[in-house]
């Protein structure tokens, strides 16, 4: 595993990420436990989990699992907090008093006496960028976050946070977690080149479309009547479209060319991307975490490389993941700020 700095910091961090969304319930335990073990033998370590994953239970498990095995001063471990965590006006959001009492409420349930990398996990519209950074701020004096960063950002506030931290000496950002894949190439067209000039890391989410690059779905097949992606999606998504499952059947035959599965040269794709720091994986089970693992080590040929680029042309998409995550949520907020 190969281990690159956190953005214009002097942490290091894996190429893999691990990411633990599919943490679902209590009973998920064992199952983790082993998931995370064979992902710090393998040498990873960045783990990612986020408050409103099933409404804390995956920072219960990470933070029980982590007690139990020894190993939290071994990983650079994120979460994040924004999104709403209950039904109250103050369940959500950026403002001081939620982000104060998430990252308290963050701290209790990993148990652990920092968080190494806090995301904004969404853009909170309504509350001023002075009062967020400023709570930033005062959660880092206290020693309670070390690093900041966003998350589904877009390039224009990511720009005016750092302006507004270098001048009045507020914690800069040194993240951005946006989706990224062979569908969605949208972060090529500024986000990727913001990154590199100004010290922000790009740990991307989403490198097999939740599943669309599993192989999972196909052309003119019957697709499962279950699953994240059939909860997710309605025949008018913008994301399951017909120009995806094209694009899936010609990538097929280029994953069995390098003797690889579909999901092994999706994941193998991302670490080949410039200015790209860190790629967050989602297993489910221990055999989807080998398979992820088996991607790092697979070299990918010119050929194939540029037959992507024919597919889904550089900074082009087939599936709307960035901009509806980034660009949409800051148009819908123009009728009605609330709807972050």
Not at 94 to 109: F, I
Not at 149 to 165: D, N, V
Not at 179 to 204: K, S
Not at 208 to 225: F, H, I, V, W
């Amino acid at each position: 595993m190969d281990y690159v700095q956190l953005g214009r910091s002097g942490c290091r961090i894996s190429r893999f990420c691990l990411g633990t969304m599919n943490i679902r319930s209590l009973e998920d335990e064992e199952t983790w436990e082993q998931i995370i073990g064979e992902s710090l033998d393998a040498g990873i370590n960045f783990i990612d989990t986020a408050n409103v994953y099933s409404r804390g239970i995956s920072e219960t498990v990470v933070g029980n699992i982590l007690a139990r095995n020894g190993s939290r001063d071994d990983v650079v471990l994120a979460t994040k907090a924004v999104a709403p965590m209950g039904d109250g006006p103050n369940d959500r959001g950026a403002s001081r008093y939620h982000l104060t009492r998430a990252v308290e409420a963050s701290l209790e349930r990993l148990q652990t006496d920092r968080i190494d990398l806090f995301y904004l996990h969404i853009v909170d519209i309504t509350t001023p960028l002075d009062e967020i950074l400023g709570t930033l701020d005062t959660l880092v004096q206290q020693g309670k976050i070390l690093y900041v960063g966003t998350s589904k950002w877009p390039a224009s506030l990511i720009m005016e946070g750092l302006g507004l931290a270098e001048a009045h000496g507020l914690p800069r950002f040194v993240a951005e977690q946006p989706p990224y894949n062979i569908l969605d190439r949208g972060v090529e067209n500024e986000l990727l080149w913001l990154g590199q000039r100004y010290g922000i890391a790009v740990c991307c989410w989403g490198p097999l479309a939740y599943g669309l690059l599993s192989g999972k779905y196909r052309k003119d097949e019957s697709m499962p009547d279950e699953g994240r992606w059939v909860r997710a999606n309605t025949e008018d998504s913008d994301r399951f479209t017909e120009e995806a499952l094209d694009v899936v059947e010609e990538l097929i035959p280029l994953a069995e060319d390098h003797g690889i599965s579909l999901a092994e040269f999706a994941h193998a794709w991302m670490l080949t991307r410039p200015a790209l720091a860190s790629v967050l994986i989602g297993p489910r089970t221990i055999e989807h975490l080998h398979s992820t693992l088996k991607s790092y080590d697979v070299e990918l040929d010119e050929e194939a490389l540029a037959r992507v680029d024919e597919l889904v042309p550089p900074g082009q998409f087939v599936s709307n993941f960035y901009d509806g995550n980034v660009y949409r949520r800051m148009r819908n907020s123009l009728e009605d700020p609330s709807t972050y």
